[in-house]
Each structure stands twice: as structure tokens, then as C-alpha cells.
């Protein structure tokens, strides 16, 4: 059931991208999801997917339970490329039900989908591969220069952490709470949409208070800790770049060159792969 | 043979995380029977699958191998009602108090019939009966269920599973949390409703005092398998087998052994207080 949805969550295993700094992990996810919009070509997505398909195989995490984060934003994926494909105009190569498919429509549609599936799988891989805790730190590292104007950074990513660590938590308190109303006779699939949203109430009710109670015991724990925010704050374990870091960057800036290269002539390297 | 075995559970397998690299086995080829009117206790260190295993006995867990038979019918099979069994297996989960939701007491125990598809009437009456049954007073029934205490929370929440008139009644840990007053209560409220209702009982809980005391068999689970399935009396005399696996027996029978080890001629085998006191006794006169 709920357990499927894999968007977020750490997945434990030992590989070099496990062991990669934070930080690089960080940065490295942005300049891949700027290298799928810098270009429209859809040659640019041969190295995006190959780059992408390197990354996942070194991670140690299944491929299939990595496909398995795709399906709750499924439904998204679908309207996007159908949106495209129905109201690009251009060509019309079709006709559905008055719904005129054009060339430029299709093609559109189809390079959507592949960046947004990109996306998401690249989004994926880092945080499948890295602790909410060691993410957050990374993000406070980063966004360090911002405290210069007085953006409360350490807070920002305290929040973040505290709500990334509470998705599985709650995840799992719901499907908890749906099988004890389940035991109780509760049916959340059949009936009509106000039905199965009146359904909901039994499991929304117990998982707001369990939330509260949970947010409530935290804060006591924080204080009796004498948690006071993130002046003089200082970490257990400091993040700190090791070889495999610069290894990483190189291999970013590598990428990177690839992608423009394919980009920028993607004309002269079709002519060229048509001349072969 | 068949119409004395009320639910069959036929080697179970259930795996949790399946297709990453920390699949858990929690339930490794369980198989066991529920008498009608029995009751069963189902002890087991923290982990050890109790949990896993009562969810499949109303089909809320599918297992990975093997099915259970209610009256003699498979209930993973397609067209089984599972609904409808989740009225004849009531199970009432670990800190029930957390799924309470209903603006009053009365409300939330007639949630479950209402779920049957039961006409109001029935649905009332079984829900006045159920509070009654679990031993909460008329005031309870208009007040908010979460103005209540956390030992009457845990009543109502066991009366809106009693309300389905269930024929087994499956608690688990039902006393975790609960001061020792409220733990007596609440477990001879439940003695109380076997003798009276006289419906099957499934006890889980990892406290030997609770289930020596009150329950007819005894099935000891270990990482997700049966190790034992006996009378408590055969089952406690493994003390030994039991503390390897983070158990214990009662305390009685640990000073029973130690009584007889000091040279008093006592029966060891005995399990409650009651007994204790008798073969102690018995010995000091045969003694004096
Ligand atoms: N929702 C879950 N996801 C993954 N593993 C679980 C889940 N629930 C239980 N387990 C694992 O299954 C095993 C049995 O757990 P459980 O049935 O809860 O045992 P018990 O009730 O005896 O304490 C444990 O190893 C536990 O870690
Ligand atoms: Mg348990």
C-alpha cells in the first residue's frame, strides 16, 4: 500500500554514492537537472541517460525500487505529456476524435516525458543514497553566504530535516491506522468519490492527533536538550570533501561538457553519425 | 475433526521490504490451529512476528506462502468475503486508544456493526451491550472518547471490536501501557467474556504472568517460527529453552525450582500464584 511510495526515503546500502559528501551529492543533482534544460535537442538526453543509468547501477539500489518511486507521480507524467501532445500545434499527422495529433506535438510530448522522468529519478537518486540528516547539513553548508542576509539558513534546514524525517514516520502511522478501521470494518476502496472521502475522516482524525502528539514530544526533547537554534551550534561529524569528492566533481564537469558538446552540435554529430 | 478446528492457519510466510536488501522474514512457516472457545495465548520476544501473524488471521496481511482456512473455507481466496471475516475475527491492535476518532464514546463502538451493514437498531443495541461488556459506565456514552483516561480509551476501543459480536477475539499486547491495577482489570474483564460469550480468545502478550494465569495453551514464536505449541505447564517447564530466547517463566515457577533445589519437596511445575501456594503448603506439612 503506502509502503510503495519510495520518493524521499533513504535507502540503506554501502556504495561509493552512499560514502560521496553531502554536499556533492547536492550540488551534483542541481547541475543535472539544469543539463536537461539547457538544450532542446533531444540528443542531449543520450548522455543524460547514460550519465543517469551510470549513477543509479554504482548506488546499490534495485533498479526496479527505484522505478517503484515513479508511480505516485504517474498520473502527473501522463497529463503532462498529453497536454503536449493535444495542444502543440503544427503538422497534423492524426486525427483522434476531432483531436488533431500534429508532428511538433508528439515530439514535444515525448521529450517532457523524458525530462521529467530524468527528473525524477535523478532527484531520486540523492535522497535514496543520503540520510535526511547528512542532506539537511549539506544544504545548511550551502546555503551558508545567504545568513549575510539574515535568512535564518540553520532553522530553514532544521525544519526541512524534522519534516523529512516525519514522511516515513507518518507513512507508517497511516497504514497502521488504516488497518485497525480495516479491522474494524472500514472499506477504503469501493463506493462513489464522496464515499471514499468520507471514508477518509477515521484515518485523517487519529493521524492529525498522532502527528500533534508527535510534534509535541519532539519539542519537549529539543528543549530538555537545550536546543536554542543555530547560534554556536557546532556538528558531530563536520562534513569535509575526501578525494572521491573531487573524483565526483570532475566526473560532473565531464558530464557537463558532454551535454553541451551533443547540445550546442547536435546538427554536425546527427550529420556525423549519419555519414558513419 | 474439521468442525472442531474453527480457524487453521496453513504454513504462513509473510516477508516484509520484499525486492530491496533488508527483506525481514517475519513469519517463516507457521502453521497452526484456533478451537472454538479456546483460549490462546501467542508469547514471543519483541520482533519475533506476534503482530505479523495475528494480522493475517483477519486477512489484513496476505502472506507470501501458505493461507489460513476459517470454517473450512480459504479466506485469500478471490471470491472470499475478507470483510465480512474481519466482523468474525475481531482484532483489536496494539494501543487501540490511537485510531479512536468519534465526537462521542457511543459513536465510535458503533462504528464497527455500522461498517457490517447492520440495521440501526441492531447497531445500537450491540454498541450498548459492548460498553456494558467491557465495563464503562452510562456517563461514558455522550462524552468525548478522548476526554476519557488512557485505560478507559483502551475499553472503548475494545468494545467497538466486541460490538461486531466477533466469534474469535484476537488482542494484541492489550495491556502494553497500563498501570498494574488497570492490567488486572482489563484482564479479567477478558477471562470474563470467554466464560461468558463464550467465543475464542488469542491473548498476545510478552509477559508470562498474564498468559500463565488465565490461558488454555500457549504457542511461544521465535524470529517469525513456532518453537513451542502446548499447555503452559509443558511449555514453562522449558524455563531454560525460553530465557535463551529472551522469555521467562512465571516467577512462581522460579522459586519453585529454587524451593526444591534448597530441599523442599515441591512440585515445579507449578505456574500461578494459586498453585504455588498449594504445593508449598502440601510440602511444609508433609514436612511438619
Ligand atoms: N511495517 C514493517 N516494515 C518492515 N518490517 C517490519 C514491519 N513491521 C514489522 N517488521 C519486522 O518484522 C518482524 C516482526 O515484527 P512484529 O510482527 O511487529 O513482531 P512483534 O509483534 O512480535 O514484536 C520484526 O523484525 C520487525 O522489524
Ligand atoms: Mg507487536
Redesign the interface.
Known amino acids: 500500500m503506502l509502503r510503495d511510495i519510495t520518493i524521499g526515503q533513504y ?3 554501502d556504495s561509493v554514492l552512499h560514502r560521496l559528501d553531502p554536499r556533492t551529492k547536492l550540488v551534483g543533482t542541481l547541475i543535472y537537472l539544469v543539463s536537461l534544460f539547457l538544450f532542446a535537442t533531444p540528443l542531449v538526453y543520450v548522455p543524460a541517460t547514460l550519465f543517469l543509468m551510470i549513477v543509479i547501477f554504482s548506488s ?1 539500489v ?1 533498479f ?2 527505484m522505478v517503484k518511486g515513479l508511480k505516485p507521480v504517474l498520473f502527473l507524467l501522463l497529463f503532462t505529456v498529453l497536454m503536449n501532445m493535444i495542444f502543440v500545434k503544427g503538422e497534423v499527422i492524426a486525427t483522434i476524435w476531432k483531436i488533431e495529433i500534429t508532428k511538433e506535438g508528439l515530439k514535444q510530448s515525448l521529450l517532457m516525458g523524458a525530462r521529467l522522468i530524468l527528473l525524477i529519478l535523478g532527484s531520486n537518486v540523492m535522497t535514496l543514497t543520503t540520510t535526511p540528516t547528512r542532506l539537511t547539513n549539506a544544504m545548511e553548508s550551502v546555503m551558508r553566504p545567504l545568513k549575510l542576509i539574515r535568512v535564518p539558513v540553520h532553522e530553514i534546514a532544521m525544519m526541512m530535516s524534522i519534516a523529512l524525517r516525519f514522511i516515513p514516520i507518518l507513512l507508517d502511522e497511516t497504514d ?2 488504516m ?9 477504503f476502496e469501493s463506493g462513489n468519490l464522496v464515499k471514499k472521502a468520507k471514508s477518509l ?2 484515518v485523517l ?2 493521524l492529525f ?2 502527528a500533534f502528539r508527535r510534534a509535541n514530544d519532539l519539542a519537549m526533547a529539543m528543549e530538555a536538550r537545550c536546543y536554542h537554534g543555530g547560534e554556536g551550534r557546532t556538528q558531530m561529524k563536520p562534513l569535509r570533501y575526501t578525494g572521491r569528492d573531487y573524483a565526483a566533481y570532475m566526473i560532473l564537469l565531464l558530464y557537463l561538457a558532454g551535454v553541451i558538446v551533443t547540445g550546442k552540435y547536435s546538427t554536425e554529430v546527427l550529420d556525423w553519425i549519419g555519414v558513419r | 475433526m474439521m468442525e472442531n478446528m474453527k480457524l487453521i492457519a496453513d504454513h504462513l510466510v509473510y516477508e516484509y521490504n520484499k ?4 527483506t525481514v522474514r517475519a513469519l517463516d512457516d507457521v502453521s497452526f490451529v484456533i478451537h472454538p472457545g479456546e483460549f490462546l495465548g501467542l508469547i514471543g520476544h519483541t520482533g519475533s512476528g506476534k503482530s505479523t501473524l495475528v ?1 493475517h488471521l ?1 486477512a ?1 496481511l496476505r502472506p507470501d506462502g501458505g493461507t489460513i482456512y476459517y470454517d473450512g473455507a480459504d479466506v485469500f481466496e478471490k471470491s472470499y468475503d475478507r ?1 465480512a471475516l ?2 468474525k475475527v ?4 496494539q494501543y ?1 486508544e ?4 468519534e465526537e462521542t464514546v457511543f459513536k465510535e463502538v458503533c ?6 451493514g447492520l440495521d440501526i437498531k441492531e447497531v445500537e443495541q450491540r454498541a450498548y451491550a459492548a460498553i456494558a461488556r467491557v465495563g464503562l459506565t452510562e456517563e461514558c456514552l455522550d462524552q468525548s472518547p ?1 476526554d476519557l483516561s488512557g485505560g478507559q480509551k483502551r475499553r472503548v476501543a475494545i468494545a ?2 466486541l460490538a ?1 459480536q466477533p466469534e474469535i477475539l484476537v488482542l494484541d499486547e492489550p495491556t502494553a501501557g497500563l498501570d498494574p491495577k488497570g492490567r488486572d482489570e482489563l484482564l479479567s474483564m477478558i477471562m470474563d467474556l470467554r466464560e461468558t460469550e463464550g467465543i475464542s480468545i488469542v491473548l498476545v502478550s510478552h509477559s508470562m504472568e498474564d498468559v500463565a494465569e488465565y490461558v488454555d495453551r500457549i504457542i511461544v514464536m521465535d524470529k517469525g517460527k513456532i518453537l513451542y505449541d502446548d499447555t503452559p505447564k509443558v511449555v514453562f517447564a522449558h524455563a531454560k529453552e525460553l530465557e535463551a530466547i529472551g522469555l521467562s517463566a512465571p516467577q512462581v515457577t522460579y522459586i519453585l525450582q529454587d524451593l526444591k533445589s534448597a530441599g523442599l519437596d515441591v512440585d515445579t511445575t507449578g505456574i500461578t500464584l494459586a498453585e504455588a501456594r498449594n504445593t508449598i503448603l502440601e510440602a511444609l506439612h508433609w514436612k511438619g
Open positions: 535507502y540503506s546500502a546499490k534495485p526496479g525500487y497502521k491506522i488497518k485497525a478501521q480495516m479491522a474494524r470494518g472500514a472499506d475522516i477515521p482524525v487519529p492527533i498522532s | 525486492g530491496t536488501n533488508q494480522q483477519n489484513l470483510k474481519r466482523g475481531g482484532l483489536v491492535f487501540p490511537h485510531q479512536l476518532f462504528f464497527g456493526p455500522n461498517n457490517m478522548f467497538s471490536v461486531m
